[in-house]
Nanobody, 115 residues
């Protein structure tokens, strides 16, 4: 059974940094793409960033220049380095991966940006 397991997150001050990690298990195949979504209270889940197996990346406009997505070479592990955090980045962050046409999700992790 394919699973995505997240780690990281927590509380950060405005202007601070947080790093999220997500590791897949249960498959020998490489995910076509992996990424991160987030959902703030009362809002819909939104795409934050993605990265393909060819290291092609996409960032949502509001996180460009502040967040960096990366993927361990040859591994189904993805990271999200979040710098210059703002209170509006507060949300539950979900790891996502697409493998052989199916979408998989991590368990979600809370990131709270507050002074």
């Amino acid at each position: 059974q394919v699973q995505l397991v997240q780690s990281g997150g927590g509380l950060a001050q405005p202007g601070g940094s947080v790093r999220l990690s997500c590791a897949a298990s249960g498959t020998f195949f490489s995910f076509y793409a992996m990424g991160w979504y987030r959902q703030a209270p009362g809002k819909q889940r939104e795409l934050v960033a993605t990265i393909t197996g060819y290291s092609s990346t996409y960032y949502e406009e509001s996180v460009k220049g502040r967040f960096t997505i990366s993927r361990a070479n040859g591994q189904n592990t993805v990271y999200l380095q979040m710098n210059s955090l703002k209170p509006e980045d507060t949300a539950v962050y979900y790891c996502w991966g697409r493998l052989q046409g199916a979408d998989y999700w991590g368990q979600g992790t809370q990131v709270t940006v507050s002074s």
